[in-house]
Nanobody, 115 residues
Framework: QVQVVESGGGLVQPGGSLRLSCAAS????????MGWYRQAPGKQRELVAT???????NYADSVAGRFTISRDNAKNTAYLQMNSLKAEDTGVYYC?????????WGQGTQVTVSS
């Protein structure tokens, strides 16, 4: 089994920054990709960013240029640096880990952008 734990959420003013962390542990043989999703109240969960085993990345259009995803393979940890935060970035941020043969989710961390 693989455990996924997110941290780093909180309350921040518009224009501010936060850094989220996602740590995977347990029976891990390989990690194909680690990604961040978010879910705002009343909305569906959406993909924010993904980092693959070769360090390639992709981003949702709404966060490109403001968010940066990175990964420390030795620690099985992914990070999401969020800059120039907007009110619409508010939501619960979930980490997703693709570690064959399974896909694993964390419990989520709340990000609130408000003045």
């Amino acid at each position: 089994q693989v455990q996924v734990v997110e941290s780093g959420g909180g309350l921040v003013q518009p224009g501010g920054s936060l850094r989220l962390s996602c740590a995977a542990s347990g029976r891990i043989f390989s990690i194909v990709a680690m990604g961040w999703y978010r879910q705002a109240p009343g909305k569906q969960r959406e993909l924010v960013a993904t980092v693959f085993s070769d360090s390639s990345t992709n981003y949702a259009d709404s966060v490109a240029g403001r968010f940066t995803i990175s990964r420390d393979n030795a620690k099985n940890t992914a990070y999401l640096q969020m800059n120039s935060l907007k009110a619409e970035d508010t939501g619960v941020y979930y980490c997703n880990v693709r570690s064959p043969p399974g896909v694993y989710w964390g419990q989520g961390t709340q990000v609130t952008v408000s003045s």
